[in-house]
């Protein structure tokens, strides 16, 4: 059986932190993670890789490794891959961190270029995979606009208040 990513470990001793051994030691490990997740076949993406791809963004308190080691992946010409991906993205938007959204808005661009990319090429997966793109960009944007509602949607933990303006209610809908 192999182990899991150390970012995962929260049993034992806490040893003394290093941040240049441990982020280099977290980029691979994730790494490893995220390919995992992101193998060309056709298969489902296991709940453990992303999982674990999720639980690094709470660690790292964002996701800006996450879209780095995305990003380094051969996208552009697996349909597979490509739509993996974003399942993957739309997970740790979801249930990642609650500042991912807005710390995606960086790569908001890149999501937008990949959907044009895919848009050209015409076919099925492609029609299937730009649509999702579009959800992604449309989700980074929303949640930027709009920082006070939560990307799971879940407002159990903080009550949504509806502010006096009635044009911001509006605009929401």
């Known amino acids: 059986a192999t182990q899991p990513p150390s970012f995962l470990a929260t049993i034992g001793p806490q040893v003394k932190y290093d941040p240049i051994t441990d982020k280099i030691k977290f980029e691979k490990e994730l790494s490893e993670v995220v390919s995992k997740a ?5 298969v489902p ?6 999982r ?3 639980i690094s963004t709470w660690r790292e308190k964002g996701c800006t490794t996450l879209w780095k080691i995305v990003k380094n992946h051969p996208l552009q010409t697996g349909n597979t891959v490509c ?9 740790m938007l979801r249930d990642g961190y609650h ?35 579009k ?3 449309n ?6 606009k709009n920082p006070d509602i ?8 903080k009550p949504f208040v509806v502010p006096n303006d009635v044009d911001y209610v509006f605009q929401l809908t």
């Open 83 to 91: 739509y993996k991906a974003c399942y993957l993205l739309h997970k």
């Open 139 to 144: 989700k980074i944007a929303f949640h930027v």
């Open 45 to 50: 993406v296991k709940e453990k890789h992303i």
């Open 150 to 157: 939560p990307a799971n949607l879940n407002f159990l933990d």
């Open 38 to 42: 992101l193998q060309a076949s056709e």
């Open 52 to 54: 674990s791809a999720i």
């Open 135 to 137: 959800v992604l960009w």
């Open 99 to 133: 500042e991912n959204a807005k710390k995606s808005s960086s790569s908001a661009r890149y999501v937008s270029d990949m959907a044009k990319h895919w848009n050209h090429l015409g076919d099925g997966y492609s029609r299937m995979i730009t649509a999702y793109l």
